[in-house]
């Protein structure tokens, strides 16, 4: 789904009616969101069952690839639209999306999710471990640089 829907993205610079425009940009959006929340959700799922004894370390090696995509994303999305147009940096991860589909089930172990049953320990415990904390701690702070950074850059960068 969003791998469709960063695909949909490069081809709504093709709409002309702005109503419509604006209507596609939403709808694209959601399920894109959509998309998101359920790779996310089934990754730390997953890997939550295939490391139980270091969850931990695995969710910081998961955000560490989440921040470096963050990061490098965008600079990799504006040289794809120097080169290519508006279209080219959807397209592109569009497609690495698709490819990645297959990939991940060749790769990727197989998982018996219906005679899974979690481990006894409770969700306070895991927060509770240090590593855990320091990753919150990480999120938190890029967070909020992020959202502090996004309105007051604009103004600076125009001039």
């Not at 709808?27 to 929340?37: M, N, T």
């Not at 989440?66 to 639209?81: E, K, N």
Request: hydrophobic content about 50%; overall charge negative; some cysteine.
């Amino acid at each position: 789904m969003g791998g469709c829907c960063n695909i949909l993205f490069g081809l709504l610079d093709r709409v002309d009616d702005m109503m419509i425009f604006i209507t596609y940009c939403f709808l694209v959006r959601i399920f894109e969101a959509l998309g998101a929340a359920m790779i996310s959700t089934s990754c730390y799922t997953f890997v939550a069952q295939i490391f139980p004894d270091n969850i931990g370390s695995v969710l910081g090696i998961l955000e560490i690839f989440v921040g470096l995509g963050l990061s490098v994303g965008p600079a990799i999305g504006g040289l794809l639209y120097d080169w290519g147009g508006y279209g080219l940096p959807f397209y592109s991860l569009g497609v690495v999306m698709l490819i990645t589909i297959p990939m991940n089930m060749y790769l990727l172990p197989s998982s018996d999710f219906e005679n899974y049953s979690p481990p006894a320990v409770g969700t306070w415990k895991l927060i509770k471990l240090p590593p855990v904390i320091v990753v919150c701690a990480v999120i938190v702070v890029v967070s909020n640089t992020w959202g502090f950074l996004d309105p007051t850059l604009e103004p600076h960068l125009r001039e």
